[in-house]
Each structure stands twice: as C-alpha cells, then as structure tokens.
C-alpha cells in the first residue's frame, strides 16, 4: 500500500524563537563552555537531592527560554517535555508549576528532537500559538539510576560516555524570528544487538545511520545540502562507527559532520568517550548549533539525536538496546 | 496575550477504524469480560517474565488492531506508544519489531488520550497516513516496580486500587469507518497535595475535573452534549471525588458518568476501589465504549484518561502526587 512515511513537512515555518540552556561545572569547563547561557557550579542547583537539582535545572532552561522570547509562562500554550528519569518526574514536576497543558514524551536521549518533531507539528496545524519543548539529564541522577552509586566509584570501560548535567529549552511559533524546522523525521526502533550498557554510542549508530539515509531519501536532500550535521550523544567512537556505516552505503559525512557528546568535553577531562544524557543535544542546540544559525554562519542544519531506549531490568533479563534517532531540520531565515 | 488554549479541533475527522483489547484473568472475569478480544490466563503469556509478559500482551493488542484494521504492520506509518515501565520498555521492545516510525510517550495512566490526541493531530494535518495508538499496564510489573515484591504479600488500605492487566491498541486514518475523534484537549498538571500512594484516585480526581471543565468552556459542550462521560482509572473513591468537585461548580455529571476503573471489577473480586493502569482506559475504550460508538448506542462521547505522575523516588524524598488528564471527544459516524 505504498512507501512507508517517516517525515513530516511543515509549511507553515515553525520557528525556533528563543533557546536557552543550562549546564553544570565539567560542561562548563569544557570546548563550548562559553556558549552556555548559565553554568551552575552546585551539582544540587541549591536543592536537597540530585533529583530536585535536575528538576530546578530544567526549570531555569523553560523559564529562561519563555524569558528570552519575551513571553510570560501564560503566552505558551503547552510544554512538550521529557527526562531520563523513571516517569519523568523533573519534566512532570516542573509543569506542575506551569500554566499550559503538558505533553510528557519520553525517547531516551532523543527526546529533544522528538519534542522538536511534535511541537512544530502542533504549531505548524495551528493547534497551539507557542510551545516550550524541553529535555535534559544530570550525571548523578542518572549515574544511580543506570548504573551504580557514585560511592561506589565503579571503573569504566574507555569506551564510556559520561551522562551532562545539562538541559535545554526551545520555544516555537510561527511568529517571530529565528530558524524555521522545516521537517522532522520521526525515527524507527533499530537494534545492532549490543547489550554493553557502557556502549550505548554503538548501540544508537545504527538507529542515527537508519535515520539520516530517510531524511535524505524523504526529502530529496543529500550532505551537500546542509551547512553542518549533528548527532546527539554517539561519543568518539559512536560517531566514528556512524562514520563507517555511512561509508558503507557510499555517504561520505566529512568534515560537516560532529556529534554533540564528542563536543562537550576535552579529553583531559576524563569523560572516556564524550557526553551522553538527554541534555546533550537538548543545550548544544539551545546554544552553539541555535547562535551560528541567528548569526549566518549556518543555512541549513540537520540534527539527528539519538536514544538508548533500554531499561536497567531488560539488561538484568538479557535484553539487548534497542534505539531511535529522530532527525530535524533547522533552516536559518 | 489572549486567553490559554488546550483544546485542538481536527477537521479532517481522523477516526479510529479498529480497536483491540488484550487482558488478564481478573479482568476477563469482570464485568466487561465479555467485550474484551482476548484474556489471556497466564499472567507471563507465555513468556519467562513479568516484564516480558506485558510486551506480549502489548505487541498481541497492536498487531491485532492493525489485523482488525484489514491491514499489514507496514501500511501504519507511525506508532505513538507508552507504558508505566520505566524507559518504557514494553513499547520501545515491542516497537523495535515493527517496521513503523515510534513515538515514546508518557503520561503514566493517561497515556492512551494523549496517544489518540497527538496521534489525530499527526492524521488530521495529513503527514501519515495510519498510526496506531497504544498504551498497557500489567499488575505483577507495576506492583513490583511501584510498590512492593508480589511475595511480600503488603496488607493494603480500602482505598486502594488494583493495576489492571490489560493493553488497548486503536489505529487511527481519516479514511475509513468507525468514530471521529473531532477534539483533543491537553491537561496541566495538578496537584491536590495528596502523598498517599495508595490513594492517587484522589489525586487524580482533581485532574479530570480541572481538564473537563476547559473541555466544556474551549468546545461549548456541556454534560447534555454527550451520550457517555469516562475517566480513567479514578476508581470508586476517586470517581465519588469528581463528582463532587464538579458539583462544587454546578455541574451535575448523573448516570451518563462511569469510571473505566470502576468498571472493571465486581466488587466481589477484592480489587478495593477498582481498577488502575494505563491499560485500563485503553482496554475499555477498545472494547466497550468503541463497540457501543460502532453500534449506535453512543452519539458522542468524552474519554479524559487520567494520570499521577509520580515516581517511588519522588514519594521517598517527600513529595506529593502530580496528576493530569487528557480528554478526546469521539463521534460515531
């Protein structure tokens, strides 16, 4: 009954009107330190727990980005939020202090892509006037969820990645100023049989490769047509397998191609092989790729973040990680 | 800068042309056994775990509805998909054998309306073609994950309720029969300051009746309007709590108002105050409230899913219970 369909065109020009992001101490000390809109020095934001810390974070990258758009909590009509944490509470906490109707989506570390997606939907049909889309990640919260207790003080493997304490805010309108999505690639679930929970970049390769071949095939655009290709958090060696399995189907991504968890960090910052978390792509977005494309020094953008979508109990059971990469499209005015 | 907006009105009538329930003993041995498509007596579906018990009971609800539907896997283009498993696994490893685009979503026991709201905003606009919307909840995953090991065998309060085991699947196309979803509306989150996890119908409650009173004002509807008026999962307590909140403005909801979680039970099934569960809603409204749209007893009817939107994690450090609630009003042909 025909092709299948995984991208959505928007006609309308949903645009990115303001982003914000924040980041803690190691994101800020790191390559892109200075394109951060806050650095927050206090793993806890000020708060009791990590958990509560991340959920303040997130609230300073949503109220930030409704403030630098120049809108009140009121002028958004809905939020468009995930987290990594189980049932989402930082997203679901946050919105309880907010006006506008929720969304809670959850996509790993893809999730802002997956907001992105949706949110530029919802706007482009005219459904809602604004829309905040927001995810992010913190390494503690994360680190004892996943993996181990921090005192614990677990060796990695150096093919590791280690989760931001980051997040990151975009609001939506079709009125206003700054890069429009044009089109959003909604990923299929791929799994290259990996089940190291500390090779989770090899895990998201594949659904990342999966992804960028539709978008070239759904929208007739190749490399050549984009000022810059990102991925979210393959790390060093996700984004050099990304490199092969592109090669592989005779796409060569050259030097237009980075990854986000490569970006965030030195390598004498001891994070093995670059950032992961949800935030990663959320606040290199909402800062670094969203300044060069408001300053003209990118056209064209395609963001591919990328998820992780196992849990600690598949893993236990056998599971291997099954992941997704959604893909969207940033055109500059 | 104008009033809020959560409602979203589809005027390209993107319908449910197939529903499928899947379920449990005890909830084949209720009251609505009989609607449902499939009850399943082993409570692992013939798998080794728990947890891969519920992602078969989810992929048997979703390759059914694309069965019922006259359809291959390959004719939905995009699955929008969530659970109360943590990552939500049960959708992400059922999505992982399907050839579609996924969605993760969630918004703990009202997943199922927004599944259908932003799945019939993604048909109405025209982007896919066919998506199935799917949600499920299992009572052995849920109670060892939330509360406490099944062996412990916890002493519980009246007041409680039991996770359904049950998984619903609607696929949605604006061609074809079967009843219109013609509006969605988004919840905000609410909190009635209530920290008891035993009793989240009281928190939910306040959900419901926060986002039935912006369904009547953004539609113009009012109680007269609809033939049937579900929640989700409030239960007894919980059910009795919005009827009393919604007395409180003067609206007076009568007979035309059931509890899905209410529903499912005799009371002589030891289930306390009913059922909960993201499969509650999801089995009831493809089962029961759909046959009845399909067979004329309904002309119109308004499905708010109702979700608590806390974690063990938050409940240990002191918090109380978010809630929301999203409604979709259904139009038979």
Not at 259 to 280: H, K, L, T, V
Not at 315 to 333: D, F, K, M, N, R
Request: charged share 20%; proline share 4%.
């Amino acid at each position: 009954m025909g092709e299948k369909i995984q991208t959505m065109t928007f006609g309308n020009k949903p645009r990115i009107i303001a982003g914000m992001s924040v980041v803690g101490k190691k994101e800020g000390e790191g390559p892109l330190g200075k394109y951060f809109d806050i650095v927050q020095y206090d793993p806890k934001f000020g708060e009791k727990t990590f958990e509560k810390g991340e959920a303040n974070m997130f609230s300073r990258a949503i109220s930030g980005a409704i403030r630098k758009a120049g809108l009140e909590p009121y002028d958004v009509d809905v939020l468009l939020a995930g987290d990594l944490l189980n049932q989402l509470v930082s997203s679901s906490y946050v919105a309880r202090g907010l006006p506008m109707a929720y969304l809670g989506l959850y996509s790993a570390c893809s999730t802002m892509t997956e907001a992105l997606a949706l949110g530029a939907a919802l706007i482009d049909a005219g459904h809602f006037r604004r829309a905040a889309c927001a995810t992010g990640s913190h390494f503690a919260t994360a680190e004892r969820q996943y993996r181990y207790p921090l005192e614990y003080g677990c060796q990695r493997p150096p093919y590791a990645q280690w989760t931001a304490t980051a997040a990151g805010c975009s609001i939506l309108s079709c009125e206003g100023p700054g890069p429009a999505i044009t089109h959003a690639t909604i990923g299929r679930v791929v799994d290259f049989g990996i089940n190291d929970l500390n090779n989770m970049g090899a895990a998201m390769a594949v659904a990342a490769a999966d992804t960028i071949y539709t978008v070239f095939e759904d929208t007739g655009f190749d490399e050549r047509d984009f000022d810059a290709i990102f991925t979210g958090d393959l790390g060093r060696l996700g984004a050099e397998i990304m490199r092969d399995l592109c090669r592989e189907r005779g796409l060569e991504l050259g030097q237009k191609y980075s990854d986000c968890g490569e970006m965030m960090y030195y390598r004498g910052q001891n994070c093995y092989c670059g950032a992961s978390g949800a935030g990663c792509s959320a606040s290199v977005l909402n800062s670094y790729i969203l300044g060069r494309l408001n300053g003209g020094m990118y056209k064209r953008v395609l963001l591919l973040a990328t998820g992780a979508l196992m849990s600690p109990t598949t893993s236990y059971q056998g599971e291997t990680i099954p992941s997704v990469s959604h893909g969207v499209i940033l055109e500059a005015e």
